[in-house]
């Protein structure tokens, strides 16, 4: 006959062996969760990004603006040609792309995700409606929206394009080195 105190010994112990296996497989699917949570969050975010940036080409409002853009400058080619009849065009689109500057800032959108859908959106309209600065296939002479009212954009624009760094470095002169005596 098995002494009583071994029987409750033995279920005490398959007892905390049980209890310790479902803590492990616990913690392993708790461990899964919230990787696919994490993989979810990720997904919504590229999503929203995605809506972000495809919102540039579906909007009536900005797409409107950018017709009437482009219409006054000869298809994109020619900004010197804007008036003051074109700001509110001009202002709408710069606001457009600065809110989605102030969401990358933010971490609300995918900065590589937005950078490779709108780049050179982004390069041309910083350029010829802020800056009046030309570039391949179009002129431009003066901005058309004061630079304050999209910082985040330009923020953005700067980390994405920076000004390149001219170095500058003297000749060497060639001095005499021969002794005298």
């Not at 696919?36 to 975010?45: G, P, S, T, V």
């Not at 003051?84 to 001009?90: H, P």
């Not at 901005?143 to 760094?165: A, D, H, Q």
Request: glycine residues 4%; contains cysteine.
């Amino acid at each position: 006959m098995m002494d009583p105190n071994w029987i409750g010994a033995i279920a005490g112990a398959a007892s905390a062996a049980a209890t310790i296996a479902l803590v492990l497989v616990a913690f392993v699917q708790l461990k899964r969760l919230r990787e696919q949570i994490d993989m979810a969050a990720q997904q919504d975010l590229r999503r929203i990004t995605l809506d972000a940036c495809q919102r540039y080409e579906k909007d009536p409002e900005l797409r409107s603006a950018m017709r009437n853009i482009r219409q006054a400058t000869s298809q994109g080619s020619d900004y010197t040609l804007l008036s003051a009849e074109n700001s509110f065009d001009a202002f709408t689109i710069l606001n457009y792309l600065d809110a989605l500057a102030c969401g990358i800032l933010q971490g609300v959108y995918i900065e590589a995700l937005v950078k490779d859908h709108m780049r050179d959106t982004i390069e041309k309209a910083v350029k010829a409606l802020i800056k009046g600065e030309s570039g391949p296939g179009w002129k431009a002479e003066k901005g058309m929206v004061e630079p304050s009212r999209v910082s985040s954009l330009l923020t953005v624009y700067e980390k994405w394009f920076p000004l390149k760094k001219i170095e500058y470095h003297e000749k060497p002169t060639s001095k005499s080195t021969s002794p005298r005596q």
